[in-house]
């Protein structure tokens, strides 16, 4: 819309509605509508792509052992172990294939239910619905 209002000569010419100058800011408009998302979405992987790149990360990455305990949820990587109270989850969640264990609004492990044998998945379950009380905020 600012382009347009800024490019207006190029619809007005001589007093009367230029029809390739329309044509022009239509065909423009549906342009960057179609490509807006995708570019968008480039540009996510891109950052994603860079961020996983970084050695600085790679301790959040890879495999984790996730433990569930009486008092505690414990996480466990190569040189890293997470013990956190369940007073720290605001929230649980569960889709098809992965359980998310929330920490913070912008903050989850991930949890692929295919490693889970389905005996430890219904404990899990349990676990989860007795130990976590959601957050006003979540």
């Known amino acids: 819309l600012a382009w347009v209002l800024i ?4 619809l007005v010419v ?3 509605v230029s029809v390739v100058g329309v ?3 239509a065909l423009g408009l549906l ?3 179609f490509l807006f998302p995708f570019l968008v979405k480039l540009s996510t992987k891109r950052n994603a792509r860079r961020i996983y790149k970084r050695p600085e990360n790679s301790i959040y990455l890879g495999p984790t052992e996730v433990i569930m305990e009486e008092d505690k949820i414990s ?3 190569t040189g890293l172990e997470d013990i ?12 098809d294939t992965h359980l998310f264990i929330y920490l913070s609004a912008v903050s989850a492990f991930v ?3 295919l490693r889970i ?3 430890e998945l219904a404990e899990a379950r349990t676990i989860l619905a007795t130990k976590v009380t959601p957050h006003p905020a979540a």
């Open 75 to 77: 996480m466990k990587r």
């Open 117 to 119: 044998p389905t005996q």
């Open 14 to 16: 001589d007093g009367t």
């Open 84 to 95: 956190f109270d369940w007073s720290r989850v605001i929230k649980t969640d569960e889709t």
């Open 31 to 33: 342009v960057w509508i």
């Open 111 to 113: 949890v692929p239910k």
């Open 23 to 25: 044509i022009t800011v």
């Open 7 to 10: 490019n207006r000569r190029m």
